[in-house]
């Protein structure tokens, strides 16, 4: 089975500081992976979808990028409604199935 | 405006049994592969199931494989979760996502608020 590692596991930053979150995979999922921002109480929202494809009304400041077994999401200067925490997620075509990373927390 | 809406959740005794439910609009339902993907209070995100489009394909996380079953009735542009043999660790909030459309492989672009599943003596 395929394995997501996150890292930091919590990324200390201030508003206006350039974030950058790192997805490791253990075995390549070519680009099949997306990423998540959860807020306490909500439920997840897509913000990149196939490593590097923002999705509908995501900012640009948020973008993707990486492909195989390393991925990175950047947000280039935090804004106050970015702090939350982070998740990535593959796809695999063999066996099918998806799975998630254990998420990074950007906090204040 | 997508919008999917769970029900069925509630407190269940180990070894028992739910049906969960997800009421979907605002979207060709029959054109999009779905998802359940669980939530244990304070944890991670966990993918459960998925199911494709015409109901034909399904497929399941090892460790609900043989006691939780994924269905669809497009007519009514709902999804189904059946969970038997419930246990402890089962024990999350489930939420129902649909895939990304198109050439897309990865990514769940739209959410239900979710809907607790207690497993509990």
């Known amino acids: 089975d395929i394995v997501l590692t996150q890292s930091p596991a919590t990324l200390s930053l201030s508003p206006g500081e350039r974030a950058t979150l790192s997805c490791r995979a253990s075995q390549s999922v070519s680009t099949f992976l997306a990423w998540y921002q959860q807020k306490t109480g909500q439920a997840p929202r897509l913000l990149i979808y196939?490593?590097?494809n923002r999705a509908f009304g995501i900012p640009e400041r948020f973008s993707g990028s990486g492909s195989e077994t390393d991925f990175s999401l950047t947000i280039s200067s935090l804004e106050p409604e970015d702090f939350a925490v982070y998740f990535c997620q593959y796809r695999s075509i063999r066996p099918p199935g998806f799975g998630f990373g254990p998420g990074t927390k950007v906090d204040i | 405006e997508v919008q999917l809406v769970e029900s069925g959740g509630g407190l269940v005794k180990p070894g028992g049994s739910l049906r969960l439910s997800c009421a979907a609009s605002?979207?060709?339902?029959?054109?999009?592969?779905m998802n359940w993907v669980r939530q244990a209070p304070g944890k991670g995100l966990e993918w459960v199931s998925a199911i494709g489009g015409g109901g034909d394909m399904t497929y399941y996380a090892d460790s609900v494989k043989g006691r939780f079953t994924v269905s669809r009735d497009n007519s009514k542009n709902s999804l189904f979760l059946q969970m038997n043999g419930l246990r402890a660790e089962d024990t999350a909030l489930y939420y129902c996502?649909?895939?990304?459309?198109?050439?897309?492989?990865?990514?769940?672009?739209?959410w239900g608020q979710g809907i607790l599943v207690t497993v509990s003596s």
């Open positions: 996502a649909k895939k990304v459309g198109g050439i897309a492989m990865a990514g769940f672009d739209s």
């Open positions: 605002g979207f060709t339902f029959s054109n999009f592969a």
């Open positions: 196939d490593a590097s």
